[in-house]
């Protein structure tokens, strides 16, 4: 009988969960490492391990209809646009479920991830907060283990690294990014401010719009380098995700033509209610969803600016010639796509978050190592990693396997020239995606034909070297596929 292979998963956000759920439906065992005391990444709300970007008065703005997993439905009684605290509670849910919590090593952190010359991985890792016991420092030497895996699953997130601006000159006022946004008195006392928003994303426009509440007598102004588009969260009373699914046998260039031409009709154009021209068309940048950002704006509670020329402590410059002070400033201008367990030198994104990844998961040439949820999905993110999750538990069954190294290198660069070709060259943009083209490319395309090549393959080679058989447990292939 052939061994399956011992897999580790980093993170125990919703690429975690998902992908140690496929690996379950496959028989496969994991071990999930997640250095807080809870699951959920970025929907735990004040996450103890500082990856949650979530702040008190956020709703998830795709709806609860394309957001759901497809085969774990959120509750019918869930409204629309659920609270974070619903979500979190959703991803409870799903672990109890499927049993997923006795795979998880709670506050356990891995420090360094090491790709051994003859296979697998070397993963060292530290305990956390109340579990460290007398351990003297994070990462004490006394705290440490260190242990051997065939696979390694990376899902650590990408919305926990804050990016800030880089602008001439220096802000004296108080300056946070809106990762560590919690409410109007946490970590600031923002009452009776005159406050600037840095971006034009759905963070910047929730926290502009509460921020500039008449209640909180503070005066607002949300500066933007390129504008956005703003799409509505309902259309003839349904949510507007509810009407959009990009079409497979329709070139996509086509139906974004006739996204764009409907824009205007459902959500008008952004100069009406303020807003600077967009430097792109719909759908050439992530589009921002807000009902309320159009209201304030065109009520004057909040000031659209262009970008930002240089600042001069606490007077801050803009790019059409005029100035203003300003007591705060909340950068939400994005975040880097980050790997701290790997050395920079074996693989990193740069500067532009950029990070060539075949089918938006494997490093060409490193076959024992994937990635997963590291993407920006539109319209929908769980669906997404749930897509990716199957993919790799059928790759850890021996069920797929990638291309040659060549090939992989070709594909990565015709599907960023299908997918990002055509957006605003920024680092928020490096990993975007169509959510129904790329799920029904890996369930009519990529899997069926990995499962092609790894039939091909009638011996296989598993991490540490040695040649099985391509039958394991209840017929599924158990041996690594290495491209």
Same mark, same amino acid.
């Given at each position: 009988?052939?061994?399956?292979? %011992?897999?580790?998963?980093? #993170? !125990?956000?919703?690429? @975690?969960? =998902? ?5 379950? &439906? ?97 993963? %060292?890792?530290?305990?956390? #907060? !109340?579990?460290?016991? @007398?351990? =003297? ?5 006394? &705290? ?340």
């Amino acid at each position: 009988m052939t061994p399956t292979p %011992t897999v580790a998963v980093i #993170g !125990a956000g919703i690429s @975690g969960l =998902t992908t140690l759920k496929m690996l379950e &439906d496959y028989g496969i065992e994991a071990v999930c490492f997640e250095a807080s005391d809870r699951i959920g990444g970025n929907w735990a709300f004040d996450n103890p391990n500082g990856s949650s970007s979530a702040y008190r008065s956020l709703h998830i703005d795709t709806s609860k209809h394309q957001l759901s997993f497809r085969d774990f439905p959120m509750p019918e009684e869930f409204p629309d646009f659920p609270h974070h605290t619903q979500i979190k509670q959703y991803l409870d849910s799903y672990a109890e479920a499927f049993d997923l919590l006795r795979s998880i090593e709670f506050e356990t952190r891995v420090e360094h991830a090491r790709r051994l010359p003859d296979g697998g991985w070397e993963l %060292t890792t530290s305990r956390t #907060g !109340a579990a460290a016991g @007398g351990a =003297t420092s994070q990462g004490d030497a006394a &705290d440490t283990d260190t242990r051997r895996f065939d696979l390694l699953v990376v899902g650590n997130g990408h919305h926990w690294d804050p990016r800030f601006a880089n602008f001439a000159g220096e802000f004296t006022g108080e300056m946070i990014h809106s990762h560590a946004y919690i409410d109007p008195w946490e970590p600031l006392h923002l009452m009776d401010k005159k406050i600037l928003v840095v971006g034009i994303g759905n963070s910047a426009a929730d926290i502009a719009v509460e921020l500039s509440s008449k209640v909180m007598r503070n005066e607002v102004v949300l500066s933007t380098r390129s504008s956005a588009w703003i799409v509505p969260k309902y259309i003839a009373g349904k949510p507007a995700d509810k009407y959009f699914a990009t079409l497979p046998y329709v070139p996509y260039s086509w139906q974004r033509k006739a996204i764009q031409l409907m824009q205007p009709v459902s959500a008008g154009r952004p100069e009406s209610y303020g807003l600077p021209t967009p430097n792109h068309k719909f759908f050439e940048a992530h589009p921002t969803q807000s009902v309320e950002l159009p209201l304030r704006l065109g009520s004057g509670d909040v000031v659209a600016k262009g970008d930002i020329a240089r600042l001069d402590g606490e007077t801050v410059h803009f790019a059409d010639g005029t100035s203003d002070q300003f007591d705060v400033m909340i950068q939400a201008t994005g975040y880097n796509t980050t790997f701290p367990f790997f050395d920079r030198d074996f693989l990193s994104a740069d500067a532009n978050n950029h990070i060539p990844l075949y089918k938006r998961m494997f490093s060409p040439g490193i076959g024992n190592l994937v990635f997963v949820g590291f993407a920006q999905a539109t319209p929908t993110l769980f669906p997404f990693v749930e897509a990716q999750a199957r993919l790799v538990a059928a790759w850890a069954a021996g069920l797929y396997a990638t291309p040659e190294e060549e090939e992989m290198h070709r594909v990565i660069v015709e599907d960023e020239r299908k997918y990002i070709g055509h957006m605003l060259d920024t680092p928020r943009h490096q990993q975007q995606v169509d959510y129904f083209l790329y799920e029904h490319d890996l369930r009519t395309a990529e899997i069926p034909q990995g499962l092609e090549r790894a039939r091909r393959r009638n011996t296989w080679r598993n991490s540490v070297g040695n040649v099985v058989g391509d039958e394991g447990n209840n017929g599924v292939a158990a041996a690594q596929v290495t491209a």
